[in-house]
């Protein structure tokens, strides 16, 4: 599966959040829920257009999608250093393929800072020094070596050899990989590096239970750097999402109208973490289910099917296909179909985000 690692210095809020993450999942009877390891949890990803097609279809059941988040405690100052378990961890943040970044925005002088005042962007910073510097350590070792056979001579070799020493230079500066400029060429070789300031990010205010317009200035300090980064932020408060995600559906529903509220935050969360990873979903409506898939953005209609299972994708024929838009709108497939609004596409179709699809193909 997709997963997001989810970071941040100690007393954030990660532990907070990351379980109200998992006991909401948990209180879904329909999915069989469960948790890999205590730190890893795979959460339901919650999608209204899944109810619109229940409506239609009357499935025996309704299966959302699912991403994993996983909780990376124990990152702190001097972690690319060996302190405090650095390394351990550092590892940790290698194996997701998205981060989660929890910054605190809430002061209470209950709850210690590691710095001992609460002050977003120095926390960021913190955080943010500790990765570059780790993948500087990667990055060094790599460009050491290339730079010995560059001495051959070898053009391609010397090319490789100046990527590496920019990539270098962007870290000793601080600067995050993913923002580095990279031609198709350099692309695979950063991929090989698999650093951890190449991996998208996310930022999450923690912000005071009063707090949850995210007026504070604190929050404001954190948006803006996200946005110089092009990165976005989700206004969360952990304590009160620990708090609803203890209620069942309807309980919830009302004490989210009660705040004025469209949805809570950790689903605003996971929706955004979803789409950090780069997924989209498509649908299957059947009468014995009504059910989400999860693929990445591009994906073609055989790799597509071969979420489903592997014999879908060898045996690939053909696809019938209609978007989610049309399937409500004609009330359901046999309407689309008079309609003239299902297509059958072949091998080369780039799923759409919400094709309700049914494949055809060969046993
Ligand atoms: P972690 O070390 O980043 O995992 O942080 P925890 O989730 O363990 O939280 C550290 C402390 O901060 C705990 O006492 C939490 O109850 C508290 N905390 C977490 N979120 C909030 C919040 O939104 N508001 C307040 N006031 N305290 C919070």
């Known amino acids: 599966g997709f997963n997001c690692g989810i970071v941040g210095l100690p007393n954030v ?71 405090g378990l650095g390394n351990q961890f550092l590892g940790h943040i290698r194996s997701v393929d998205a981060i989660v970044h929890v910054v605190r925005c809430f002061d209470d002088e209950n709850v210690v800072h590691v710095s001992g005042s609460v002050d977003p ?18 990055v060094d070792k790599k460009y050491q070596r290339v730079e010995k056979q560059a001495k051959s001579g070898d053009k391609k070799i ?23 400029e990279v031609s198709d060429e350099e692309r695979p070789l950063l991929r090989d590096l698999h650093l951890l300031t190449d991996k998208p990010v996310l930022y999450v205010a923690n912000v005071a239970e009063d707090d949850l317009e995210g007026a504070h200035p604190f929050v404001a300090k954190v948006k803006e750097l996200a946005a110089s980064e092009g990165a976005r932020v989700v206004v969360i408060c952990g304590r009160i999402e620990a708090e609803i995600a203890e ?9 989210l109208a009660d705040m004025g509220l ?32 999860t693929i990445p953005l591009g994906t073609k209609a055989p ?7 592997s014999d879908f994708e060898k045996g690939f024929i053909r696809a019938e296909v209609i978007a989610y838009r049309d399937f409500i709108a004609a009330g359901g497939e046999a309407g689309a179909k008079e309609k003239g609004l299902m297509r059958l596409e072949g091998k080369e179709y780039v799923v759409q985000d919400g094709d309700v699809m049914h494949f055809r193909f060969n046993v």
């Open 13 to 83: 809020g990660k532990s907070t959040i990351f379980n109200a993450l998992t006991s909401a999942g948990a209180e879904s009877a329909n999915y069989p829920f469960c948790t890999i390891d205590p730190n890893v949890g795979i959460v339901q990803v919650p999608d209204e257009r899944l109810d619109r097609l229940a409506e239609i279809v009357h499935p025996e059941r309704i299966l959302p999608t699912t991403i994993e988040f996983v909780d990376i405690a124990g990152l702190v100052k001097g972690a690319s250093q060996g302190e």
């Open 121 to 138: 962007l120095r926390d960021i910073d913190i955080i943010q020094t500790e990765l570059a510097l780790a993948d500087l350590d990667s």
């Open 158 to 180: 010397k090319q490789e050899c100046e990527f590496y020493g920019r990539v270098k230079t962007a870290l000793e500066q601080g600067k995050p990989v993913r923002h580095l």
């Open 247 to 255: 209620l069942d559906g309807d309980e919830k529903k009302a004490f």
């Open 262 to 293: 469209a949805e809570s935050g950790l689903d605003r969360l996971i929706r955004m973490g979803y789409e950090l990873l780069g997924l989209i979903t498509y649908f299957t409506a059947g009468k014995k289910e009504v059910r989400a898939w």
């Open 303 to 309: 790799q597509a099917a071969g979420v489903i299972h």
